[in-house]
């Protein structure tokens, strides 16, 4: 078990690979077939969402544990402030420890559709930087990440606002980052030399999604706010009816995404292949 934070003092790229639990009522053998696959993969760690509420939280601590024991790389278990309260944290950190997991992505989370207002406002963390802060002090044997937006959090007044808060999540105890997805790199430079500017020192890992389906693409964008350019709706327009020729050309656009990341000195590569290791498996073979 290593803790991931060393992991980008070593002057390596740090690779790594987003992947989700299943959900509660779901049985959890196909999932943990197909992690089983990142075995020989072996990227530097895997990360295992949290639905924000609970929604797929059951499953969530078995697949992390899973993936300790049976895949063999370290685990980067997502948290979220929304549907975690102080004393629920406290006791799922023990439960990560005894699985021989230290490192959590404190996230604020979304508000779930069915959340009333006042169970949103009542919860004991407001933000990420609150849990980060709370955690480094009550467990301190734990390396906490944030997240970060090269395009900007949508809730963010301006692109300043949003970095003078990331600053906070950074000084309140988030050792490295993770970004949300973009398909723009000049967004992701820009975010760079902003946090250069505001004396952010934490290494950053890119995060990228394939788009390999053309049906994927509203769904992500509606989720994570991230803008589409030009040369990726190129791509859509060009290929997106045949679904092989969308998935070659969408590891494809990722994988240039990641050789310019690359020559830029980037920290770490995040790929949101969300449980789909012949997708990493093409990608890495390329870019490591
Ligand atoms: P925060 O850091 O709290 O930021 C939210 C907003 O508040 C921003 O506008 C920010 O500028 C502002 N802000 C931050 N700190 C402060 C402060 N101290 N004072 C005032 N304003 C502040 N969601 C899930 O539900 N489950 C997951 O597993 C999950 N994984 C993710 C993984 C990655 C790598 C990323 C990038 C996102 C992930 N998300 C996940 C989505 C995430 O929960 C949402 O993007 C959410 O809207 C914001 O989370 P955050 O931790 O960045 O929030």
């Known amino acids: 078990m290593s803790s991931i934070k060393e992991m980008y003092k070593s002057g390596k790229t740090v690779f790594s690979c987003e992947v989700f639990p299943?959900?509660?009522?779901?049985?959890?053998?196909?999932?943990?077939?197909?992690?089983?696959?990142?075995?020989?993969?072996?990227?530097?760690f895997l990360s295992v969402t949290y639905g924000a509420g609970g929604s797929n939280a059951?499953?969530?601590?078995?697949t992390a544990s899973f993936i300790r024991r049976e895949v063999g790389v370290d685990v980067l278990s997502h948290i979220t402030s929304v549907g975690f309260s102080k004393e629920k944290l406290d006791s799922s950190l023990d439960i990560f420890r005894e699985n021989g997991i230290e490192n959590?992505?404190?996230?604020?989370?979304?508000?779930?559709?069915d959340m009333t207002d006042e169970e949103y406002d009542s919860r004991d963390f407001f933000h990420a930087s609150d849990m980060a802060e709370h955690i480094k002090k009550?467990?301190?044997?734990?390396?906490v990440a944030?997240?970060?937006?090269?395009?900007?959090?949508?809730?963010?007044a301006s692109y300043e606002e949003d970095i003078a808060n990331l600053k906070k999540k950074v000084d309140m105890g988030c050792s490295f980052l993770i970004t949300q997805l973009f398909f723009d790199n000049d967004k992701f430079y820009k975010m760079r030399d902003m946090m250069d500017r505001a004396g952010i020192s934490a290494p950053v890992s890119a995060g990228i999604m394939p788009i390999t389906n053309a049906r994927m693409l509203g769904t992500t964008v509606t989720l994570s706010g991230t803008s589409v350019p030009k040369s990726?709706?190129?791509?859509?327009?060009?290929?997106?009816?045949?679904d092989d020729?969308?998935?070659k050309a969408g590891i494809e656009y990722a994988t240039d995404q990641i050789k310019d990341l690359l020559s830029h000195g980037v920290d770490g590569i995040h790929l949101y292949v969300m449980n789909k290791p012949d997708t990493a498996r093409a990608i890495f073979s390329e870019v490591r």
């Open 22 to 44: 299943p959900k509660k009522d779901k049985p959890l053998e196909p999932v943990m077939e197909k992690l089983r696959e990142f075995k020989d993969i072996a990227p530097d």
């Open 58 to 62: 059951g499953h969530a601590v078995e």
């Open 104 to 113: 959590v992505l404190a996230l604020r989370g979304d508000r779930p559709k």
């Open 138 to 143: 009550n467990h301190p044997g734990f390396t």
């Open 146 to 156: 944030g997240a970060c937006y090269p395009d900007k959090h949508f809730e963010a």
């Open 232 to 242: 990726l709706s190129d791509v859509i327009a060009r290929y997106g009816e045949n």
């Open 245 to 247: 020729d969308m998935k």
